[in-house]
């Protein structure tokens, strides 16, 4: 049995102070995933599933590379990205309805302006409680942290992140007005909120140790702050985090006249992001909930049909009878295996072209390498 539908969208949010980078990362992306080398070395094809979309992230990704022009700001518009995770079509091989094992992701591009400027009307207050309402499907938010200015604040980082901070939180808080009117909290919110160090090719000295011992040492209040505002949102804000996963982003490398699209740190991880780390987690927490717990129903629906599809078609060995029935006996397939077991598994899903279950072995084996790189911090909670 493949996990539903719902189980194979992921969905990703995106913030950051205008200028900080989200456009360019966005295109980059999607600029990446079309190029021949990442073509030629995937199992699967990313593609935007509208057609303006499209045009305009490849657009954008091809005036970097070929004419060192980043993408024009885009100011007050909120936007949703859809894209297709799909098998790519291989040669002598038939059957198989291939929609029935896609993956989405959905990227949500927030307006950084949002987080500098009041709402000058009524109406845009409302809009703005309205397309934060539209981020609440994410699992997954990321929120940036400019190293350009960080830089620009070298041996005053403090200033720069408490200010960044202090937005974060004013914002949410006036939000949380609009969204939540009589206080009622919310089962489903994005739970799990990174920093991205974006355009950290400035700073290539900053490991993302150092990345998140700079950010805890200068801000840990008003990171507490942020915490305090963001989990009032959530039913069971115990099943919350924020501030204990970090990720290094450089889009590309940026020099007067000229970008190199071909160095990029971070970018491709957003799919596996999206797709993968939250879902132990979640297993963890449904875990140490009662088993009637609405919450923990929710967080098991989003992620057991994945982790149990992983689990039934790896036939890794240990205690797997898993999920969604059994909770107090939930065991997660990936992290109680070593990475030898998981490349074992995902090599062999591979040449059994299981194509579902060989991404998203990929993705978590992207993960832990990328913790190796010293380019992601996951949790170890
Ligand atoms: N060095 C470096 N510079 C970057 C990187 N990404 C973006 N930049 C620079 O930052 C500028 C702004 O990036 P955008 O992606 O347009 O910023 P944004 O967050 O979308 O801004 P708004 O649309 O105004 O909210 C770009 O024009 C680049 O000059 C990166 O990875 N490395
Ligand atoms: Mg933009």
Redesign the pocket.
């Known amino acids: 049995m493949k996990p539903s539908k719902v189980a194979r969208e992921q969905q990703i949010a995106v913030f950051?102070?205008?200028?900080?980078?989200?456009?360019?990362?966005l295109s980059s992306f999607y600029g990446a995933a079309q190029q021949p080398a990442f073509v030629q070395d995937s199992m699967y094809k990313i593609t935007a599933d509208d057609t303006a979309q499209r045009n305009r992230l490849h657009q954008n990704f091809l005036g970097m590379r070929n004419s060192g022009v980043?993408?024009e700001?885009?100011?007050f518009a909120a936007t949703r990205y859809v894209f297709s995770i799909t098998r790519r079509p291989m040669t002598g091989r038939k059957g198989k309805n291939p929609a029935a094992e896609e993956l989405r992701l959905v990227w949500h591009d927030y307006?950084?302006?949002w987080f500098e400027e009041d709402p000058s009307t009524a109406e845009e207050l409302v809009r703005r409680g309205e397309t934060f309402q539209t981020l609440i499907g994410s699992d997954v938010a990321v929120l940036l942290v400019d190293a350009?200015r960080l830089v620009d604040n070298t041996g005053e980082e403090e200033r720069y992140l408490k200010a960044l901070l202090t937005n974060y939180i004013a914002h949410v808080s006036k939000v949380r007005g609009e969204l939540l009117p009589d206080g009622k909290r919310l089962a489903r919110f994005p739970r799990v909120w990174l920093f991205g160090l974006?355009?950290?090719?400035?700073l290539p000295e900053m490991d993302v140790t150092r990345f998140r011992d700079l950010v805890v040492e200068k801000a840990g209040q008003e990171m507490t702050l942020l915490h305090e505002e963001l989990s009032a949102f959530v039913e069971e804000p115990e099943a919350f985090s924020l501030g204990e996963d970090f990720v290094l982003?450089?889009?590309?490398?940026?020099e007067p006249g000229k970008i190199d699209v071909d160095q990029q740190v971070g970018v491709k991880l957003m799919l596996p992001i999206a797709a993968m780390l939250p879902f132990s987690r979640y297993v963890r927490w449904a875990g140490a909930m009662r088993r009637s717990n609405k919450v923990a129903k929710e967080l098991l629906d989003r992620s057991g049909p994945v982790l149990a599809f992983i689990a039934t078609k790896v036939k890794l060995p240990g205690p797997l009878k898993l999920i969604t029935v059994a909770l107090p006996f939930l065991v997660d397939p990936l992290l109680d295996h070593s990475r030898d077991k998981l490349e074992d598994a995902y090599n062999t899903a591979k040449a059994r072209h299981e194509f579902l279950t060989a991404v998203l072995l990929g993705f978590r084996l992207e993960l832990k390498q990328a913790v190796d790189d010293k380019v992601l911090i996951e949790s170890p909670k």
């Open positions: 950051g102070e205008s200028g900080s980078g989200k456009t360019v990362l980043a993408p700001s885009t100011r307006p950084g302006e350009q974006s355009k950290a090719d400035l982003l450089s889009s590309a490398h940026f």
